[in-house]
């Protein structure tokens, strides 16, 4: 019997380590233990983390604001504000929902209302939100200005042309109580274009609204398919208001492959490439082109064909060819320009008819002088003359001294 006594111990640890009887395995311990039921608390962050508002007095605000929880945080948190100073019929803050749960370890959305009054003091208020849970507290920090007015521009986007002008009106009104004089100006972004405001001070009654026209200003050179911003603020003591509008510019733009050509006397001549870019309205135009030359006797300046259409994209060229009769020289420039209401654009092209190396609008012994000392000289080395290299081919040759021979005796 003792033996039997001795035996049944041995024989029961074995079955344990054997594994035929049941055991308590380590994650099962884990999973089990009260000090791990919820997971270490971390931090949280804020999709909104302060900044600056403006509110007309009787208007309000509402933002949608997310929280973030990160290193296993696992809490409600809680909100709450406080707006400085602390006056009567001040800004009001409220939340929707006041507790955020982030109990999955991900995030919480809460719509912050700002609300003010017809007679809410206009002046810079500060709103601290309050952030609570899990052990951790964040403070955010707002600034809101309180205007005592409404300012307002016709919503939607215009469009016009370069070289042109838009207007709309800003209307202003009371809110409350308030009456006295409110100051306008305006800014303009991108620079290229430029805005004004008339009358740029009003007198507000109370409860009454107040007109101001704002003007948008573009040149021919302001740039097109550009959206600028007009930003038209209205300000009374300390406070102001600013609110945007939007203009589109659509135009034409035209280029020339040569700005200046040279022409060899006796008939020559040289064909050039314009080309013409419309912009927004201008797609699938046909746009006529106008030719005028500084010089009418003995030079010549076409256009095949007079026009260019703008297809797409809108995009369009035509060929200029310019030539000089026998025995003209000098220079004239060439000007091709196009007209859409009071819009227009031009290119020139500066045309020199080679032999007059002086440019004294006439060839005699100074300009063979000239071209004789040049002779055989080449572009980089000592004693050559860009303007005695007549067809300028980088060298002073027999070719120019025979230029200057062919129109010796000219006069423009």
């Not at 054997?18 to 919820?38: M, R, Y």
């Amino acid at each position: 019997m003792n033996n039997r006594r001795a035996i049944l111990p041995s024989l029961l640890l074995g079955i344990v380590l054997l594994g035929v009887g049941p055991s308590l395995t380590l994650s099962q311990a884990t999973k089990s233990s009260p000090l791990n039921v919820l997971p270490a608390i971390g931090d949280f962050s804020s999709s909104n983390n302060g900044g600056s508002l403006t509110l007309a007095a009787g208007s309000n605000t509402t933002a949608l604001i997310s929280f973030n929880g990160g290193d296993g945080f696992w809490a409600n948190i809680a909100l709450s504000t406080s707006v400085m100073p602390n006056i009567s019929k001040g800004p009001t803050v409220a939340f929707n929902p006041s507790v955020v749960g982030l109990q999955c370890y991900c995030s919480g959305d809460t719509y912050m209302t700002i609300s003010t009054s017809p007679d809410t003091p206009a002046r810079v208020y500060n709103i601290t939100m309050t952030a609570s849970g899990g052990g951790v507290t964040h403070h955010y920090v707002f600034l809101l200005m309180v205007v005592p007015f409404l300012l307002a521009v016709p919503p939607g986007r215009a469009r016009i042309l370069q070289n042109y002008t838009a207007s709309f009106p800003v209307t202003v009104t009371s809110r409350g109580t308030f009456q006295g004089p409110v100051s306008f100006s305006t800014l303009v972004t991108p620079t290229g274009a430029t805005s004004i405001v008339s009358p740029s001070i009003v007198q507000l009654a109370a409860g009454g609204s107040s007109f101001a026209t704002v003007t948008f200003i573009t040149t021919a050179d302001t740039p097109a398919d550009i959206s600028y911003g007009i930003y038209v603020n209205a300000s009374t003591g300390s406070v102001w208001q600013t609110i945007s509008s939007s203009v589109l510019v659509d135009g034409f733009a035209m280029g020339i492959s040569k700005s200046s050509v040279n022409l060899e006397p006796r008939g020559a001549n040289a064909s050039i490439v314009l080309s013409m870019q419309g912009i927004g309205m201008f797609y699938g135009m046909t746009m006529p082109l106008v030719l005028t030359t500084t010089q009418t006797r003995g030079y010549n300046a076409t256009l095949s064909p007079p026009w260019i259409h703008l297809s797409s994209p809108p995009y369009g060229t035509t060929d200029l060819i310019v030539s000089a009769e026998e025995g003209a020289i000098g220079h004239y420039n060439v000007t091709v320009s196009s007209t859409y209401y009071n819009l227009t654009h031009s290119v020139t092209v500066s045309v020199l008819v080679i032999g007059d190396v002086n440019g004294d609008c006439k060839v005699d012994i100074k300009d063979l002088v000239i071209t004789a000392i040049a002779f055989g000289k080449t572009t980089g080395t000592s004693g050559y003359s860009s303007v005695a290299d007549l067809n300028a081919d980088g060298k002073v040759d027999i070719r120019d001294i025979s230029y200057v021979g062919m129109t010796f005796g000219s006069t423009c």
